[in-house]
């Protein structure tokens, strides 16, 4: 399969939510003593190292939305940020959280979508606006581009996956099918990852028939795989590791309060989940790939997020 025909395969399998939900995971799991001493670390983490405001988002405004428990979307991004690199947003989904319906959506948006990149004056990859502004201007965009509001933003750093996979001592997947990245063999069928077998494993794209999408896959069978570890015994014995990774390589505009609130009042919002990929065709322009989203798909996705809440 060549370049043009994986990049028209991505898929809608993207879970990128549950690595930024993973303190308030953590969090519910059960009111033990345990969980509830190590209150004041996570709080002071969520608010010290991980809170980030952003100015694109009116915080009074999503305020009110929480008191009165309204629908919120949360802008999620997953970014491969390396050394003196801030990286692209490689994941960019916006999820809608509809508490009364119990039920909640994710719609991701392709890297490759070409759109105005707001407060850089260019038209590019949609994924290049965290690059070039940062979270502020990743938001701008795609509030911009489909016309909403976005409530909350949280963003996690890929290359912190290797940290937090060795903090909870490894994880067990169950890979699909055999492949080799670099220097690691991955055959098929259940194993065990330390942190650099799990990055290169997530990392591996070109060789998979999906493409990102499949790319997407492993890295939730990753994430899932470090709650899993977390929210075991001794998950919790090496809170303090899992908190230090959290606190270098996530951020949020999120308070340790917002996530309560939203832990509490949001959580049957996850029993019912809606996923969809906003569609358009691939083609190059000049050197450079893009995914052309027509207007009416635009106004499909634009509607299925802002009515979201009165369907039933």
Partial sequence: MNRRERKKRQRKKGRWWKVLLFVMALFIIGGSAVVYSIYQNVKSTVDQDVHESVD??????????????EPLNILLLGVDERENDRGRADTMIVMTLDPDNEKMQMVSIPRDTRTDIIGHGTVDKINHSYAFGGSDMAVDTVENFLDIEIDYYSRVNMEGLQQLVNAVDGVTIDNEFAFTNG????????????GREALAYVRMRKDDPQ????RNERQRQ?????????ASFSGVNKFNDILEVLGDNVSTNMTFSDMRKLATDYRAA?????????EGDGTYIGEVWYLLVP????QKVRQMINDYAETS
């Fill in 270 to 278: 996850r029993k019912n989940v809606d996923t969809y990929q906003v």
């Fill in 222 to 230: 990753v994430i899932e795989g470090v709650i899993r570890e977390g």
């Fill in 183 to 194: 220097s690691y063999s991955f055959p098929e069928g259940e194993q065990h990852l330390d």
């Fill in 211 to 214: 493409g990102d999408a499949g």
């Fill in 56 to 69: 694109s988002i009116d915080n009074e405004v999503t305020k009110k939305k929480v008191e009165d428990q």
């Fill in 295 to 298: 207007d009416r798909e635009v």
